[in-house]
């Protein structure tokens, strides 16, 4: 049961019961599931080990890294994102193209 979402405390939160915390290697991807059925609705909070660390987060899909001189186009899928909404059942994917990487995800329960 993740933690609800308040932020009735000059925008602060409090931490997170539901956490993940990944050490990512190259053109590995990690997952996560999300708890809960589809009703179940979060803000996801990422984090990163280092403000270069190259990350690429996807929701439902196996993120893929664009190769070097081309474009990716790939739907959901973004670098270093930092809040999102997900919900019950969505897999949040974790790669990166650098050697190693740190990244971490947080839920907060949203109430209706």
Known sequence: MAIT???NYDETIPFSDVCEQFNLT?????SFTVP???TNQYQAYFGYGSSISNVFVCL?????????????SQQYNELRPEKRYVSGG????????DAT???SVC??????
């Open 60 to 72: 439902n899909s196996s993120p893929v890294i664009p190769s070097a001189n081309t474009k990716g």
């Open 26 to 30: 190259a053109n590995n991807a990690q």
């Open 107 to 112: 839920l907060r329960s949203l109430r209706v």
């Open 90 to 97: 969505d897999v949040i994917y974790f790669i990166t193209p």
């Open 5 to 7: 979402y308040n932020s």
């Open 36 to 38: 809960g059925s589809a």
């Open 101 to 103: 990487a740190y990244a």
